[in-house]
């Protein structure tokens, strides 16, 4: 008996569900250990008579929540699949050759949509494509498979975002100029200040920081499980939409 049902995308959204979970309780372990140690030294890209203050850590972010973000943005990515070969069956048709189509252009869209969803109802085409899943349309979701394309052929990249809601103590008897730019690598180190080589500075600081996307120019910087659980929510309201309307 063919499967109309859409137990296929709904079974790899649970699964990714699971993996977000996974992924946030092994960041949550990282963040809460992890020391961290704030450094005075020469600026890197200016004269000797400017220093700056970079925060350092001795552990990088674990490559197994690297892996297992990868894995998450998958099956998410997957789901979207599966919910195209199930309407092709719902339509009568075998699921060979279908796949949800995602492409860089609308115009590039539009003629590479057609293959991948020719199986479908001519309604269901229509639905998918008013998703405009291509950049310059749904960005947001054309992202899902940007990120889904990188992990195929290489790890995500990811950097630690240093939250500016500063607690503690500082001063400094010279005025400090704070970078705009509080992402990066932790192990290489996170430029914060920048003040005159002269300058007395103390501080007693408490910073947090979360791990954030390095990746694709809209989600670069955004904390990595809030990305994950926007798209989660995103495919299955795609899917729930689909199944009031199509089964």
Request: glycine content about 4%; hydrophobic content about 40%.
């Amino acid at each position: 008996m063919k499967n109309t049902s859409l137990r296929s995308p709904k079974a790899k959204l649970e699964r990714a569900k699971n993996l977000i979970k996974e992924a946030d309780a092994s960041l949550s372990t990282y963040t809460n250990s992890v020391h961290l140690s704030l450094n005075r030294g020469s600026h890197p890209n200016a004269s000797g008579d400017d220093h700056v203050i970079i925060l350092k850590a001795e552990e990088d972010i674990p490559d197994m929540v690297v892996s297992i973000a990868g894995d998450a943005v998958h099956n998410i990515r997957s789901a979207l699949d599966h919910l195209a070969c199930c309407l092709a069956v719902k339509n009568g048709k075998t699921m060979s050759g279908v796949s949800f189509p995602f492409d860089e252009t609308q115009s590039a869209f539009e003629h590479s949509s057609i293959n991948k969803i020719q199986k479908l109802s001519v309604e269901a085409q229509n639905k998918i494509k008013s998703l405009k899943p291509y950049g310059g349309g749904n960005n947001f979701l054309y992202s899902l498979s940007q990120l889904d394309n990188r992990d195929k052929h290489r790890a995500l990249l990811l950097a630690c975002l240093v939250h500016q809601n500063i607690q503690g103590d500082f001063s400094c008897d010279h005025p400090i100029q704070v970078s705009t730019n509080w992402v990066g690598s932790l192990h290489d180190g996170i430029h914060l200040f920048t003040f005159p080589k002269s300058a007395v500075f103390t501080q007693n600081l408490k910073l947090t920081f979360s791990v954030a996307l390095n990746e694709v120019d809209i989600l670069m910087g955004k904390p990595l499980v809030d990305v994950l659980n926007e798209f989660l929510k995103l495919v299955e309201n795609i899917i729930f939409d689909f199944e009031k309307e199509f089964f």
